[in-house]
T-cell receptor, first 115, second 111 residues
Framework: KAGVTQTPRYLIKTRGQQVTLSCSPI?????VSWYQQTPGQGLQFLFE???????NKGNFPGRFSGRQFSNSRSEMNVSTLELGDSALYLC??????????????FGPGTRLLVL | EDQVTQSPEALRLQEGESSSLNCSYT??????LFWYRQDPGKGPEFLFT???AGEEKEKERLKATLTKKESFLHITAPKPEDSATYLC????????????FGKGITLSVRP
């Protein structure tokens, strides 16, 4: 079974621009979560989507948004990029994502550098 | 607020020198505790899920244990290929897929 895939793998943007990242979950997985990883803060939860609906959201500004399509693929968008948005953005999928007990499987991440 | 603390931040071992990595947690309604391994520039790779105090799981040289306040990842006779960052995360009741992660422990095993 193919794992979680993320595109692109690397991105360089300048301040003020916007960016869209894509994630394809494991086949049959309907829950997709996004995380931001930085050296100082570690892995932080951004949001989770299930059946095309945002089910949970972390403490990030509204510049960070996402969506999920009917085939469970998900995108996240960051508008008005800031230098501090430079990070590894990770996508994780699980079957239903319910109850906090289901294992999530991570993709390889998208490395975003904001100049 | 859920919190996860991992210690030490970094650990250097000689090949064959066994040790333990600690993960302390505070969570309202633990539903699962997860261990992941992350190599530089890659996404976290799933290792174990533990659900209740007293549970233990093993895989090759790794063994994970869980109490009501902490989890340990024991590494027996490590090899250089075990060098990586080990992440601990908790899932809480009502949080669905939101995992709260610790900062990770960077393990270096010298030959």
């Amino acid at each position: 079974k193919a794992g979680v895939t993320q595109t692109p793998r690397y991105l360089i943007k300048t301040r003020g621009q916007q960016v869209t990242l894509s994630c394809s979950p494991i086949s049959g997985h309907r829950s997709v979560s996004w995380y931001q990883q930085t050296p100082g803060q570690g892995l932080q939860f951004l949001f989770e989507y299930f059946s095309e609906t945002q089910r949970n959201k972390g403490n990030f500004p509204g510049r960070f948004s996402g969506r999920q399509f009917s085939n469970s693929r998900s995108e996240m968008n960051v508008s008005t990029l800031e230098l501090g948005d430079s990070a590894l953005y990770l996508c994780a999928s699980s079957i239903t994502g319910l109850a906090g007990s289901e294992t999530q499987y991570f993709g390889p991440g998208t490395r975003l550098l904001v100049l | 607020e859920d919190q996860v603390t991992q210690s030490p931040e970094a650990l250097r071992l000689q090949e064959g020198e066994s040790s333990s990595l600690n993960c302390s947690y505070t969570v309202s309604g633990l539903r699962g505790l997860f261990w992941y391994r992350q190599d530089p520039g890659k996404g976290p790779e799933f290792l174990f899920t533990l659900y209740s105090a007293g549970e233990e799981k093993e895989k090759e040289r790794l063994k994970a244990t869980l109490t009501k306040k902490e989890s340990f990842l024991h590494i027996t006779a490590p090899k250089p290929e075990d060098s990586a960052t080990y992440l601990c995360a908790v899932g809480a009741s009502g949080a669905n897929s939101k995992l709260t992660f610790g900062k990770g422990i960077t393990l270096s095993v010298r030959p």
